[in-house]
Nanobody, 126 residues
Framework: QVQLIESGGGLVQPGGSLRLSCAASGRTFSSYAMGWFRQAPGKEREFVAQISWNGDRTYYADSVKGRFTISRDNAKNTVYQQMNSLKPEDTAVYYC???????????????????WGQGTQVTVSS
């Protein structure tokens, strides 16, 4: 079992930056692949980024590639998402997700993750 708590959301102007954090409970965080998803009002939850258990593989949605960076610190049981050059269309609730696996394969479906945080709101607006 792992519990996930996101933080770092807020209101930012277009072109600005935010860093989201997701803190995980438990002593086995380093055995989990982690993902970030987002859900805008009236839309389905969508994949944003993924990082493997040891950080050696990362994957991104085309819409955020080159602007967002996912990283993790296993000593702190935390995964991060640095978001730069933010656009109004990035406005959404952002969720982190976890699945216990040492496989580094691409996982972009919701049903590939077992644990979810409660979400943090990101609003990009002038």
């Amino acid at each position: 079992q792992v519990q996930l708590i996101e933080s770092g959301g807020g209101l930012v102007q277009p072109g600005g930056s935010l860093r989201l954090s997701c803190a995980a409970s438990g002593r086995t965080f380093s055995s989990y692949a982690m993902g970030w998803f987002r859900q805008a009002p009236g839309k389905e939850r969508e994949f944003v980024a993924q990082i493997s258990w040891n950080g050696d593989r990362t994957y991104y949605a085309d819409s955020v590639k080159g602007r967002f960076t996912i990283s993790r610190d296993n000593a702190k049981n935390t995964v991060y998402q640095q978001m730069n050059s933010l656009k109004p269309e990035d406005t959404a609730v952002y969720y982190c997700a976890a699945v216990q696996t040492f496989s580094g394969r691409y996982r972009n479906r919701l049903d590939e993750y077992n644990y979810w945080g409660q979400g943090t709101q990101v609003t990009v607006s002038s």
